[in-house]
């Protein structure tokens, strides 16, 4: 333990990873690189309370205290280089080496880049940092017209905060409909209607052919058919990469994402990754994925830290994920890919209601809005292995409750979970 851990990347994942080294009695060196000058702070507030609110404050992920307190080794405003693999070292950009141990990989994703004339002009934007979100509040004072390119979470939560605030703005979603890779079609359509009903212009099946600018700046979108949007600001929300680029010249395997065994190991052993970065074979579904969420970042980093402390957990966590556009507050649970048949709970008008997603008799994941119980119950189902059949569902929570409770009672192992 001379060396230590190092830890590169200070977001979610990368902090939790610390913070659990130190709980599970890890008593070596633990640093934290980041290559931002700020405290670690927490990202999802970012495309709503934040960009809305000129006197918003970032929220630290921890207090200062707790990096001094633990003896985590806080770096702020680094960047590296390259990672020496047989040497265990980083090379820092500007100068200087750090050795490791172990290293943690947390060096998330960043915005997918728009292949367009103009996307270079003043005024264009993507939102994955605090910097980003310091530009979009600022610019967002004096934009009238604002357009959105991308139909997924990031690109609607920022579309609703900013109608609710008098912008005129207008997503263009380059499929057929929102959320494409995200949600059921059901829940989708829902979305669109309670945002349109505010006010929200949605253009899906269509693409963008340039943006045009004047003295520098955006000044408009044109988009496949012919038609001219205004804009003074344009927010680019077409997906993510992975940071892969320090794994992949140091030679780990890369497969969508630094490719991970089911204890965060890399191809190279004494190297990890976790969060968005990393790519590994699910236990739940059977298949290769890479997730971009708050819950699979801290999990990974629980299991990547005992893993460094010598346990050989298996990742089992249940992903969950959520996203507040609007007055909607939208919650998964599970993997929902390959499902066959759903069940709907409550009601749509109401704006109300789940999705249970099934692949034959097998639940596989359920899609809330604004029914924060049936989300807490379905992780409670999925990490039982417990697959209610519809017809519990349609019972209601009450019924499946007790069916939960029942199949836990026959074996005290899945009580426990």
């Known amino acids: 333990m001379k060396n230590g851990v190092v830890i590169v990347g200070a977001g979610h994942a990368g902090v939790q990873a ?65 990672i020496d693999t047989a040497g265990r070292k980083l090379e820092i950009e500007g100068g200087g080496e750090l050795a490791f141990d172990h290293l943690i ?36 004072a004096h934009s009238e017209d604002v357009v959105i390119l991308g139909g997924g979470f990031i690109g609607l939560e920022i579309a609703a905060t900013l109608r609710a605030a008098g912008r005129t703005v207008t997503v263009v979603e380059a499929v057929d409909r929102l959320l494409g890779r995200a949600v059921a079609p059901v829940v989708a359509s829902h979305v669109r209607q309670r945002l349109e009903a505010t006010g929200v ?89 890479r997730l ?8 990974q980093a629980r299991l990547a830290a005992r893993t460094i402390t010598g346990h050989t957990d298996a990742y089992s966590a249940v992903p969950w994920f959520w996203s507040d556009i609007g007055d909607m507050k939208l919650q998964m649970v599970g993997l929902t890919s390959g499902g066959d048949s759903h069940v709907v709970l409550g009601d749509l008008p109401d704006n109300k209601f789940s999705i249970y997603h099934y692949a034959g008799d097998r639940l596989l994941g359920i899609e809330s809005v604004n029914r924060p119980g049936d989300h807490m119950l379905g992780r409670k189902m999925l990490g039982a292995g417990f697959s209610p059949t519809p017809r519990m569902v349609a019972g209601g929570p009450e019924e499946l409750k007790a069916a939960l409770a029942a199949f836990q009672q026959d074996d005290p192992a899945r009580a426990a979970s």
């Open 18 to 82: 610390a913070a659990s080294l130190r709980e599970d009695g890890y008593e070596g060196p633990v640093i934290l690189v980041g290559d931002e000058s700020e405290l670690p702070y927490h990202k999802p507030p970012l495309s709503k309370t934040f960009i809305k609110d000129a006197e918003a404050k970032p929220q630290p992920l921890r207090g200062e205290a707790f990096y001094t307190g633990n003896t985590i080794d806080y770096r702020p405003g680094i960047r590296i280089d390259r």
């Open 105 to 140: 990989l947390a060096t998330g994703s960043q915005p997918r880049i728009l292949p367009l004339p103009g996307s270079d002009l003043a005024g264009v934007l993507s939102l994955r940092s605090l910097a980003d979100a310091r530009l979009i509040r600022a610019l967002s």
């Open 201 to 289: 212009r949605i253009l899906t099946g269509t693409t963008v052919a340039s943006l045009q600018g004047e003295n520098g700046h955006v000044s408009a979108v044109v988009i496949s058919s012919g038609e001219i949007l205004p804009a003074r600001m344009v927010i680019v929300g077409i997906g993510a990469v992975p940071n892969v680029e320090l794994a992949q010249e140091a030679g780990l395997t890369i497969a969508n994402g630094i490719r991970v065994d089911q204890q965060m190991r890399s191809s190279a052993p004494q190297i990890l990754a976790i969060g968005d970065v990393a790519s590994y074979r699910h236990w739940f579904t059977g298949g290769d994925v």
């Open 292 to 299: 971009e969420s708050v819950q699979n970042a801290t999990d």
